[in-house]
């Protein structure tokens, strides 16, 4: 993979103390707090063997380690796979966010992030299909990358979504979602 521009640079992972004070469960996902002997009795009742996290506005579980928020699917990738290049992102691979199996989670750039990407569905018509009123026709149309693919015009929405759909498997490959 090549090194992208960094457009934001994210935090990095305390991984040390991340190790000491979570615990993660490859089967449901779910990271958990450890029983902490330095802290109060009052906190490990409160908090050990508890899920770790909190959901912000966006849907995405954030952990809080010494005062600073990390996203949970960050955490875990570090805790299993070590030290994420700061050129990097870790993707949903299903598009859930709160669906941190670690096996749902992959490392990926700003561009295969933005080709994995759900559909709106406030819109009618998937990325990459528009509509042309006056020839009464849908046109596919990609851009990847600075390059413009152009897959033709059609008469049905079902040709174009199918047209759309092998155009996104060739240029992004598994980082495609089908429209």
């Not at 699917?73 to 570090?78: D, N, Q």
């Not at 990358?145 to 040709?159: C, D, F, I, N, W």
């Amino acid at each position: 993979m090549s090194k992208p521009s960094a457009t934001r640079k994210a935090k990095k992972i305390p991984l040390v103390i991340a190790q000491e004070r979570l615990s993660y469960d490859r089967l449901t996902g779910e990271l958990t707090w450890n029983h902490l002997a330095y802290r109060s009795s009052r906190w490990n009742t409160r908090y050990a063997r508890k899920p770790a996290g909190y959901l912000n506005q966006e849907g995405y579980l954030f952990v809080k380690l010494d005062g600073e928020a990390y996203p949970a699917h960050r955490v875990i990738w570090a805790l299993i796979n070590g030290e994420i290049p700061e050129y990097l992102s870790v993707n949903h691979i299903d598009g859930d966010k709160r669906n941190n199996r670690i096996a749902n989670l992959r490392l990926a750039t700003d561009s295969q992030k933005q080709a994995s990407r759900k559909r709106n569905k406030a819109k009618p018509l998937p990325k990459g299909i528009y509509w042309n009123a006056p020839r009464r026709r849908y046109h596919v149309d990609l851009k990847y990358k600075g390059e413009r693919y152009y897959g033709g015009v059609y008469q049905s929405l079902a040709e174009a979504k199918t047209v759309l759909a092998t155009m996104q498997q060739r240029i992004h490959g598994e980082f495609s979602r089908a429209a």
